[in-house]
C-alpha cells in the first residue's frame, strides 16, 4: 500500500519537529519519520534536562562553516524572540541563565511537549519507530521504502542530525542521502567535546581531576580562531568544561592549545608585590591567586621553590612561574569523540543548497535542516536555534501537492 503525502520529514529530532509543525499548520499534508522509538532524545538529555534552547545573543558571528554566511538569512527570519512567543503561547515557563543562555523553568520535556502540540496541531502524521530504506526520485517527487511501506512525497527534508551521541540513535544516514543525491560533505568530526592527551604528558595532572577554574582559551588561527574565557574542568584523560568544549570546535588535530589559567590577575607582577609585602612560603601566595590543588601541582616539580619565603625567591623564576600558568601551550592527543561530543561539525556543504529555503541545488524538493547541513553553533543555545530557524526558512518554502 502506498500512501501519498505533501512532504516527509526524516528526523524527529528539534529541527525535523520544528519543520513538521510549521508546515502542517500551512496546511500541508506531512509525514514524520524516524527510526528511533524516542522522540527527540538530544533535546531531552540537553542542558541538564532544562534544554538551553536558545541563546537571546544569537548572531551569525556565534557560528562555524565553511560557507560562513549561509546562516545569516534563516538567523535572521527566525529569532529566539520567535521561539520564545512559541513557548509563551504554550505557557512553558523559562529563565536566563548566562551569557544569554535561556532554559526551561522546569524540564526539556516542556520543549518536547509544545512540539509535539504543534505538530498535532498540523495533523502532522508520525511514524516511530520506523526505518527509511531506501529514497529516489519519481515522476512526481519521491517514493520512499519504510518499514511501514512505500510511501510518496512531492518534497523531502533531511532532518536526521549529526554524528554525535550514538547511544540515542545518531547515525550518518542523512550523509549518505546527501551524497546519493550528488551532494558534497564537509568532513565531519566531534564538536563542543573533552579534548584528550597522551597518558605519560598528562600524568602530572590527572590528579587535578575534578578540579574546575575560570581560564581563558585560545586555538586555531587566520579566519579559524577560537577564544573563550569560561569554566575549565581538568578530568583524569584531558581536559573538558566549556572553556574546552567551546575551543575544540576550532581545534584542529596535531595542533597546540594555549591556556591562561588565572585570566582574572597579572601573576607577574601580584607575586612580584608578595615578594616585597609577604613573608609566606611560595606555595601559600600562590594558592590566593590560583586554586590551591592547581598550585601545589604546578610546583610539586620545583619543591625548594614552592617551600622558600617570598622574598628569598628571584624575580626571573616568579615570572617565569606565572608565564607557565598563564601562557600554558600543549598539544591535545585528541578527542572523547561523537560519544561525548553534544555536536557534529562539518555536513552537507550548504554552497550547494538555497540559504532562503534549504532546498538543494542539485535535486529540487530535497531540503537539508539543522546539524547535518554544516552549520556549527557555539555552546550556549546556538545550536538548537539553527534548529528552529533552519527548520522555519524550510518549512515555509514547502509547498502542498496541486489539488
Not at 532544562?50 to 560557507?67: E, G, K, V, W
Not at 509563551?88 to 532554559?103: A, M, V
Not at 579566519?223 to 581538568?234: I, S, W
Not at 562539518?346 to 534549504?358: A, C, D, H, I, K
Request: aromatic share 8%; with cysteine; glycine share 10%.
Amino acid at each position: 500500500m502506498t500512501t501519498a503525502f505533501d512532504a516527509v520529514v526524516i528526523g524527529a529530532g528539534a529541527a525535523g519537529l520544528h519543520c513538521a509543525g510549521i508546515a502542517g499548520q500551512r496546511g500541508l499534508k506531512v509525514l514524520l519519520i524516524d527510526h528511533a522509538a524516542k522522540v527527540a532524545e538530544k533535546i531531552r538529555i540537553s542542558g541538564g534536562g532544562r534544554c538551553n534552547f536558545t541563546n537571546r545573543d544569537t548572531t551569525p558571528a556565534q557560528f562555524l562553516s565553511a560557507n560562513r554566511h549561509f546562516c545569516r538569512s534563516a538567523l535572521a527570519r527566525y529569532t529566539p524572540a520567535d521561539f520564545i512567543a512559541l513557548l509563551q503561547r504554550h505557557r512553558i515557563g523559562w529563565h536566563e541563565k548566562h551569557k544569554g543562555q535561556l532554559f526551561c523553568d522546569k524540564s526539556s520535556e516542556d520543549i518536547i511537549a509544545t512540539l509535539l502540540r504543534e505538530c498535532e496541531q498540523g495533523g502532522v502524521t508520525r511514524w516511530q519507530p520506523c526505518a527509511v530504506g531506501a529514497l529516489r526520485t519519481s515522476a512526481d517527487g519521491f517514493e520512499l521504502d519504510t518499514d511501514r511501506g512505500m510511501v510518496r512525497s512531492a518534497q523531502v527534508v533531511i532532518a536526521t542530525g549529526g554524528l554525535s551521541i550514538p547511544k540515542i540513535g545518531a547515525t550518518d544516514f542523512g550523509y549518505r542521502l546527501a551524497r546519493q543525491f550528488g551532494h558534497s560533505v564537509i568532513e565531519t568530526r566531534p564538536a563542543l567535546v573533552p579534548l584528550t592527551f597522551d597518558p605519560v604528558t598528562w600524568a602530572p595532572f590527572a590528579a587535578l581531576a575534578g578540579l574546575s577554574l575560570e581560564a581563558h582559551i585560545e586555538c586555531g588561527g587566520g579566519k579559524v580562531h577560537g577564544a573563550f574565557t569560561e569554566d575549565l574542568l581538568f578530568t583524569h584523560r584531558g581536559l573538558s568544561g566549556p572553556a574546552v568544549l567551546q575551543a575544540s570546535s576550532y581545534w584542529a588535530e596535531g595542533t597546540p592549545i594555549r591556556l591562561d589559567l588565572a585570566p582574572a590577575h597579572d601573576l607577574a607582577a601580584a607575586l612580584v608585590q608578595a615578594k616585597a609585602t609577604s613573608q609566606r612560603k611560595l606555595a601559600n601566595e600562590l594558592a590566593e591567586l590560583v586554586p590551591r590543588r592547581l598550585a601545589t601541582a604546578w610546583l610539586t616539580d620545583a619543591p625548594d621553590l614552592a617551600e622558600r619565603a617570598m622574598p628569598e625567591q628571584r624575580d626571573r623564576d616568579l615570572a617565569q612561574l606565572a608565564r607557565r600558568l598563564q601562557h600554558w601551550e600543549l598539544k591535545p592527543q585528541g578527542t572523547e569523540g561523537y560519544r561525548k561530543a553534544e555536536v557534529t561539525a562539518g555536513g552537507v556543504n550548504t554552497r550547494e543548497l538555497s540559504s532562503q529555503t534549504m532546498e538543494s541545488q542539485r535535486q529540487r524538493g530535497l531540503h537539508f535542516i539543522g546539524e547535518v547541513v554544516d552549520v556549527t553553533g557555539w555552546l550556549g543555545g546556538y545550536n538548537f536555534q539553527w534548529a528552529w530557524a533552519s527548520a522555519a526558512a524550510c518549512a515555509g518554502a514547502l509547498r502542498p501537492l496541486p489539488t
